[in-house]
Nanobody, 123 residues
Framework: HVQLVESGGGSVQAGGSLRLSCSASDRANRYCMGWFRQAPGKEREGVAVIYTGDGSTHVANSVAGRFTISKDIAKNTLYLQMNSLKPEDTAMYFC??????????????????WGQGTQVTVS
């Protein structure tokens, strides 16, 4: 298994930027890794995912053009660069992983390893 720990959350004003980090205890290159978010009273939704193999990415339409997912294999760390933040981006952001060398849908149920989350608040 892999343990995931998120960091980098905080409070920012609309239009600002923030970078989230997810530190993995195992080799990040062995997993499809993604970012999800959940606001109170709402279902958890996928934000972005980076795949094993070719390292291609998929970003949700709601954040396309503003958020970028990346990883540093040497550091076993996943990142989410968030720019042009909007109030609707306010949520608890979670790092998730699934050991797979195939593409994994950006659906919460597809991932079996989760971090505790980091809060992002945009005003």
């Amino acid at each position: 298994h892999v343990q995931l720990v998120e960091s980098g959350g905080g409070s920012v004003q609309a239009g600002g930027s923030l970078r989230l980090s997810c530190s993995a205890s195992d080799r990040a290159n062995r997993y499809c890794m993604g970012w999800f978010r959940q606001a109170p009273g709402k279902e958890r939704e996928g934000v972005a995912v980076i795949y094993t193999g070719d390292g291609s990415t998929h970003v949700a339409n709601s954040v396309a053009g503003r958020f970028t997912i990346s990883k540093d294999i040497a550091k076993n760390t996943l990142y989410l660069q968030m720019n042009s933040l909007k109030p609707e981006d306010t949520a608890m952001y979670f790092c998730a992983a699934r050991r797979s060398f195939s593409r994994t849908p950006l659906t919460p149920g597809e991932y079996n390893y989760w971090g505790q989350g980091t809060q992002v608040t945009v005003s």
